[in-house]
């Protein structure tokens, strides 16, 4: 267990992917980019937002790589070198899940996976930040700082660069603040607003 400040960060298990997937579903709510995928109004948004952090969620899971706080109130999802991506058995697999998340929206994900994808497929080896997120009470208590930090101990150890997309531009100074910097502009097609790339060498 790490402890940056007051809070403690660990590994999580099985049993906290139902509360952590809640608490990022909370995070993002009113994001730009999931604003756009699930617009505000949609049938079940909220449902269908969580399920879609729970689908990627399991995956970082199983990768270890899904940590989260001791209160479960803000968690990071994280991918290891070499698997950002998913096998293609596995987006086959994913594949009925995110229809059901995505339904007539499903263009949208598919127009901002290939935008995402198109970036990020040349760069070298990585861990790769896919989200971090905090419940919007707890916002600005350093919990998402312990949470990076956490993981960017183990890159610096490890000398392994460290990726991530920022969503607004809210969230580019926490990251900066940690040592990453801008990595270009993602505009996905279809209205998707931007997204902000940003990359970390090992220190």
């Known amino acids: 267990m790490t402890e940056d400040v007051q809070h403690s960060v660990r590994p999580a298990t099985a ?61 990071a999802v994280w991918f290891p070198p070499g698997a950002w991506r998913p096998a293609p058995r596995q987006d086959l697999a994913e594949l009925p899940a995110w229809l059901r998340v ?36 707890r916002r600005s208590q350093g919990l998402g700082g312990a949470l990076l930090q956490v993981v960017l101990d183990r890159c610096d150890a490890e000398r392994v660069p460290a990726y991530l997309e920022a969503t607004c531009e809210r969230s580019v100074p ?22 902000y790339p940003m990359w970390r060498d090992p220190r």
Do not use: K, N
């Open 102 to 137: 995505g339904g007539r929206r499903m263009r949208a994900f598919q127009q901002v996976r290939s935008a995402l994808y198109a970036h990020h497929r040349d760069l070298p080896p990585h861990r790769y930040l896919l989200y971090l997120g905090t419940r919007p009470a």
């Open 15 to 75: 049993g906290d992917v139902d509360r952590l997937t809640r608490t990022l579903a909370a995070a993002f709510a009113d994001d730009p980019m999931f604003c756009h995928l699930l617009p505000p109004g949609v049938r079940r948004r909220a449902e269908r937002v969580r399920r879609a952090f729970a689908i990627d969620a399991a995956r970082s899971l199983s990768l270890g790589g899904l940590w989260t706080t001791a209160d479960g109130d803000a968690a």
């Open 174 to 195: 926490l990251y900066r603040r940690h040592g990453f910097v801008g990595h270009g502009t993602v505009e996905p097609a279809g209205g998707c607003p931007p997204l």
